[in-house]
């Protein structure tokens, strides 16, 4: 079936209080898809999030955000007593911590031991968790993941019920003094930092800082660690896209302490030896960038749709890979943008002169509608999905971005107002009807 979808991760939601979360707006928004003729909702991890803000810099990669837990759900439980909610127009880190986080764990207090002993026996890991995130009150940990859980599975249910597929979002690196690294240090190196090479997004590419596998250690066990987090992430979404998946074939690997990512070298993955050990899984391969034909050919081997990012197209020539008349084969995700683009109208609107006249002249627009004329390119593409952030049929600008890449301060902070107006909905539907996707 060919799909159609939103990027739009759960911060981003225009719940009460200083984050979106899984309450009211999204199940509202899930419904709002559906009236928008999509199939599919893509969200960001939904792990802990890192410094800055970050989904991508989890000190965890099996626990859950509990600030993304509905406090208005909490209330309709008995868990909490009614609450004034502060407005704020973006994600406002001060009040997650001084505000939000206290009325969960007031929450978390009340909930059943029982309850919290169930869900720990089946999740064996929280206990690592707990201990590492709050060593004073680690049932309070327990019950917060237990929590995001049972929201979680009520949101998935509706989607479920609504005919949408939830795809989720690994990042292939833990963060290198998180939990994970602390629990099981001999699965890791720590003499090199991971990282990209120049590119498209840097000039002098990107260090990360995590740590790289010790991939000998992982084979000894079978994979089991992946194992491990792939099928949380498969409890959470039908789909998991897998970021920078190109590391499994080869990654780049930075000497730790080096300045930049400029002074590395590429180092073997395990290939298609992990994925044969973990089974079926229905994937999608993040396989932007320095993309090598051994990366190609493990993608292929797999099954598993690669990216097509539509703003990238336009820079170059007309044989350029990204542009829709190139496509090889349906295989694909076809994406406006992604989190780590600019929105539809941003990119526009600072691209070079060159690219603005090839996209005038290749979708015959005169570029006042670019969002939405990105939109339609992406929804009449080959591809089986295509997805567009929630920001370009918002028709938003460069202030709407959600990250920037190799800058750590402002970025996933953009929340919406209000949920988009049933008239967006009814033009989406008619794109999706249109290019036959739903």
């Given at each position: 079936?060919?799909?159609?979808g939103?990027?739009c991760?759960?911060?981003s939601?225009?719940?009460?209080?200083?984050?979106?979360?899984?309450?009211?707006?999204?199940?509202?928004f899930?419904e709002?898809?559906?009236?928008?003729?999509?199939?599919?909702?893509?969200?960001l991890?939904?792990?802990?999030?890192?410094?800055?803000?970050?989904?991508?810099?989890?000190?965890?990669?099996?626990?859950?955000?509990?600030?993304?837990?509905?406090?208005?759900?909490?209330?309709?439980?008995?868990?909490?007593?009614?609450?004034?909610?502060?407005?704020?127009?973006s994600v406002?880190?001060?009040?997650?911590?001084?505000?939000?986080?206290?009325?969960?764990?007031?929450?978390?207090?009340?909930v059943?031991v029982?309850?919290v002993d169930?869900w720990?026996?089946?999740?064996?890991?929280?206990?690592?968790?707990?201990?590492?995130?709050s060593?004073e009150?680690?049932?309070?940990?327990?019950?917060?993941?237990?929590l995001?859980?049972?929201q979680?599975a009520?949101l998935?249910?509706?989607?479920?019920?609504l005919?949408?597929?939830l795809?989720?979002?690994?990042?292939i690196?833990?963060?290198?003094d998180?939990?994970d690294?602390?629990e099981?240090?001999?699965?890791?190196?720590?003499?090199?930092?991971?990282g990209v090479?120049?590119?498209?997004?840097?000039e002098?590419g990107?260090?990360?800082?995590n740590?790289?596998y010790?991939?000998?250690?992982?084979?000894?066990?079978?994979?089991a660690?992946?194992?491990?987090?792939?099928?949380?992430?498969l409890?959470?979404?039908?789909v998991?896209r897998v970021?920078?998946?190109?590391?499994?074939?080869?990654?780049w690997?930075v000497?730790?302490?080096?300045?930049?990512?400029?002074?590395?070298?590429?180092?073997?993955?395990?290939?298609?030896?992990?994925?044969?050990?973990?089974?079926?899984?229905?994937?999608?391969?993040?396989?932007?960038?320095?993309?090598?034909?051994?990366v190609?050919a493990?993608?292929?081997?797999?099954?598993?749709?690669?990216?097509?990012?539509?703003?990238?197209?336009f820079?170059?020539?007309?044989?350029?890979?990204?542009?829709?008349h190139?496509?090889?084969?349906?295989?694909?995700?076809?994406y406006?943008g992604t989190?780590?683009?600019?929105?539809?109208?941003?990119?526009?609107?600072?691209?070079?002169?060159?690219?603005q006249?090839?996209?005038?002249l290749?979708?015959?627009t005169a570029?006042?509608?670019?969002?939405?004329?990105?939109?339609?390119?992406?929804w009449?593409?080959?591809?089986?999905?295509?997805?567009?952030?929630?920001?370009d049929?918002?028709?938003?600008?460069?202030?709407?971005?959600?990250?920037?890449?190799?800058?750590?301060?402002g970025?996933?902070?953009?929340?919406?107002p209000s949920l988009?107006?049933?008239?967006i909905?009814?033009?989406?539907?008619r794109?999706?009807?249109?290019?036959?996707r739903?």
């Amino acid at each position: 079936m060919r799909r159609a979808g939103l990027l739009c991760h759960i911060s981003s939601l225009p719940s009460r209080g200083p984050i979106g979360d899984l309450g009211p707006a999204a199940h509202a928004f899930a419904e709002w898809l559906a009236r928008a003729g999509c199939q599919s909702w893509q969200v960001l991890p939904l792990n802990p999030m890192g410094p800055g803000l970050s989904p991508y810099a989890s000190p965890s990669a099996l626990a859950a955000e509990p600030l993304l837990i509905s406090l208005d759900r909490l209330v309709e439980e008995g868990l909490l007593d009614p609450f004034d909610a502060p407005h704020t127009g973006s994600v406002d880190e001060a009040l997650l911590h001084s505000w939000k986080r206290p009325l969960l764990e007031q929450a978390a207090a009340r909930v059943p031991v029982v309850e919290v002993d169930e869900w720990a026996h089946a999740h064996l890991w929280g206990q690592a968790w707990a201990r590492f995130r709050s060593p004073e009150a680690p049932r309070i940990e327990l019950a917060l993941q237990m929590l995001f859980d049972r929201q979680w599975a009520a949101l998935r249910a509706r989607c479920d019920a609504l005919g949408i597929e939830l795809i989720g979002d690994v990042p292939i690196f833990v963060s290198g003094d998180g939990c994970d690294t602390r629990e099981r240090p001999e699965l890791f190196d720590f003499s090199v930092s991971a990282g990209v090479p120049p590119d498209y997004f840097s000039e002098t590419g990107q260090l990360w800082g995590n740590p790289h596998y010790a991939w000998e250690a992982h084979r000894a066990e079978g994979f089991a660690w992946w194992k491990a987090r792939m099928e949380r992430a498969l409890e959470h979404c039908h789909v998991v896209r897998v970021d920078h998946f190109r590391g499994f074939a080869g990654a780049w690997a930075v000497p730790k302490g080096a300045e930049n990512a400029i002074q590395g070298e590429w180092v073997e993955g395990p290939g298609m030896e992990l994925f044969e050990a973990l089974g079926p899984m229905p994937l999608i391969a993040e396989d932007l960038g320095l993309i090598t034909p051994d990366v190609e050919a493990l993608r292929e081997d797999l099954g598993a749709p690669g990216m097509k990012i539509l703003q990238f197209a336009f820079g170059g020539e007309a044989d350029h890979a990204f542009l829709p008349h190139n496509f090889k084969g349906s295989n694909w995700v076809a994406y406006t943008g992604t989190h780590d683009n600019d929105t539809a109208r941003g990119w526009y609107e600072s691209a070079p002169a060159e690219a603005q006249h090839r996209f005038r002249l290749m979708l015959a627009t005169a570029g006042h509608d670019c969002a939405w004329d990105l939109v339609r390119l992406t929804w009449s593409t080959v591809a089986d999905r295509a997805i567009a952030q929630l920001q370009d049929v918002l028709d938003l600008g460069g202030a709407a971005r959600m990250n920037v890449p190799g800058t750590v301060e402002g970025n996933w902070r953009w929340r919406t107002p209000s949920l988009p107006a049933d008239s967006i909905a009814e033009r989406l539907a008619r794109l999706s009807w249109a290019f036959s996707r739903g």
